[in-house]
Nanobody
Framework: QVQLVESGGGLVQPGGSLRLSCAAS????????MGWYRQAPGKQRDVVAT???????NYADSVKGRFTISRDGAKNTVTLQMNSLKPEDTAVYYC?????????????WGQGTQVTVSS
């Protein structure tokens, strides 16, 4: 099983910055990719950024140039650096991991961390 632990959410003013971290804990599963999704009230859960085990990254158009996803420290930890935050970025942010055991691929989710951008 894969456990995802998130940290770094909070309240910031527009134009401010936050850094989210997610640590994946597993010794059996192979993690193919990790990323961050977000869900605002009344909205669907949408991808924000992903990164593969090889380091390839992908970003939603709405965050390109402002957010950066990277591996931080151990290979099972990813960081989302969020700059120039806007009120539209307010959402619950969920860490995501795609892990494989044998030939079975599963998706894993963190509990979510609230990011609020407001004056």
């Amino acid at each position: 099983q894969v456990q995802l632990v998130e940290s770094g959410g909070g309240l910031v003013q527009p134009g401010g910055s936050l850094r989210l971290s997610c640590a994946a804990s597993t010794t059996i599963f192979t993690i193919n990719a990790m990323g961050w999704y977000r869900q605002a009230p009344g909205k669907q859960r949408d991808v924000v950024a992903t990164i593969t085990s090889g380091g390839s990254t992908n970003y939603a158009d709405s965050v390109k140039g402002r957010f950066t996803i990277s591996r931080d420290g151990a290979k099972n930890t990813v960081t989302l650096q969020m700059n120039s935050l806007k009120p539209e970025d307010t959402a619950v942010y969920y860490c995501y991991a795609q892990a494989k055991l044998f030939n079975k691929v599963n998706d894993y989710w963190g509990q979510g961390t609230q990011v609020t951008v407001s004056s």
